[in-house]
């Protein structure tokens, strides 16, 4: 079924075109009159000197025989009251000057000139003394419907896409998110088409991120929750301060979980950093690394960013090496190629290259470690979107000696003036 916007278009191109050819008919019309006008003036001229009025009978009749017999035609002349002066050929009819043109049966015309003494000319002939008529109505309507005729496809095939386009949208709008739409060619709807694929894709991996994370989150909620639940029996059956310990210790988790999870939420949404300032890196690690007891080195360097954000992931990468790797652990800050590099080692068991990878994606937990060597959670995940959002990267590598080094690295500051 075809769609009111093909109808709007196709309708509008043909209402366009039968505008222009009755314009342009209208036009060359008036030019036409106006050339027949001239015409028939200077005919009656040229005969009125031909058949001068002071002319005899005889010589008037010498000289339509001649006509007569160029033409192949029916000649008469008429004084200024309609009486027969002279003729050659076949009689005329007498209602000949009624008329001034009309044709008859076959290929015969007869036409009546006027000739500026008040006299008449009629002539009956095969071929019209004068310029042949044409109806430009009749070519301008037939080059407009050759014109519809060929826009048609092309109309149809620009309104299909629209309608192809809408089509993925409606798809995508009822909850098929992988739904996408053709994006051929190099025109707008092109264009249009690519964008909705882009923000198709960007919305389905979100929905992906969020699904996974809802599920993740709500299978380590469990642990700290179930953990809670009996310390508080036990706390209520015993009140010690080892068990009040633990309540404290398994809230704590749950606060640190709910909130890493609200923030990898956020960060999700964001692409651009609300208010970026310059921050003073070297100074940031070492007063994390003073928090937690992690051994600081390194050169001065500035980066652009949250403070906040930046903070967050020098702590987790830090409590991190401290909760699943062995002291000593130590934080190294320095400038390599333009920009600043974060090191953070740890001597504990390390992990094995092939997961280098995978320990950045949320609550992922490397082989052979179980939930006894506490939670991996989204502490890595929001380190590598924290460095991210500031246009920086995060990667593992296996230092020689053994151990767990994470690497970051952000764009150095630039300073306006420089």
């Known amino acids: 079924m075809r769609s009111r916007l093909f109808l709007k278009i196709y309708l509008t191109l043909l209402a366009s075109l039968a505008a222009v050819a009755v314009a342009s008919a209208a036009f060359v019309w008036l030019g036409q009159g106006e050339e027949d006008v001239s015409w028939r003036s200077q ?30 035609a029916d000649i008469a002349v008429y004084d200024r009251n309609g009486r027969l002066i ?44 004068r310029p042949a008529g044409r109806n430009p109505l009749a070519y301008l309507a037939l080059i407009a419907g050759v014109i519809g005729l060929a826009a048609y496809p ?48 960007h919305v389905e991996r979100l929905i992906k991120s969020h699904r996974a994370l809802l599920a993740n989150a709500s299978h380590e909620l469990r642990s700290p929750l179930a953990r809670l639940r009996v310390a508080i029996d036990l706390y209520e059956q015993a009140p010690d301060d080892s068990r009040k310990e633990e309540i404290v210790r398994n809230l704590a988790e749950l606060d640190t979980l709910v909130e890493e999870i609200l923030l990898a939420s956020r960060l999700d949404h964001v692409e651009l950093l609300d208010a970026p300032e310059p921050v003073d890196f070297l100074a940031l690690v070492s007063e994390e690394g003073a928090r937690n007891g992690v051994e600081v080195l390194g050169t001065p360097a500035t980066v652009t960013g949250d403070a906040r954000l930046i903070g967050r992931l020098v702590r987790n990468l830090m409590q991190n090496a401290l909760r699943h790797g062995d002291p000593p652990v130590s934080a190294t800050v320095a400038h390599a190629d333009g920009k600043v590099e974060l090191r953070v080692r740890d001597h504990g068991p390390g992990i094995a290259d092939s997961e280098g990878a995978r320990v950045f994606e949320p609550f992922y ?6 939930e006894g060597a506490g939670g991996w959670g989204l502490g890595l995940a929001l380190v590598r979107q924290i460095a991210e959002r500031h246009g920086g990267a995060v990667r593992y590598e296996s230092p020689p000696g053994g151990g767990a080094c994470f690497i970051v690295t952000l764009p150095a500051h630039r300073d306006a003036g420089a």
């Open 43 to 72: 005919r009656a001229r040229f005969v009125a000197a031909l058949i001068p009025s002071d002319m005899d009978r005889q010589a008037v009749e010498a000289t339509l025989k001649r006509f007569s017999r160029a033409f192949d």
């Open 86 to 129: 002279a003729g050659a050929g076949r009689p005329l009819p007498r209602d000949i000057l009624e008329r001034r043109w009309r044709h008859e049966r076959g290929d015969v015309h007869t036409m009546v000139t006027e000739l500026p003494d008040g006299r008449a000319v009629a002539a009956r002939m095969a071929r019209p003394f």
């Open 154 to 201: 092309v109309v149809r095939h620009l309104t299909r896409r629209l309608e192809r386009l809408r089509a993925g949208v409606d798809a995508w709008g009822r909850g098929d998110f992988v739904a996408r739409v053709p994006a051929n060619g190099h025109d707008e709807v092109a264009a249009v088409a690519k964008s909705f694929n882009k923000a198709a894709d």
């Open 365 to 370: 937990r490397p082989s052979g470690r179980g």
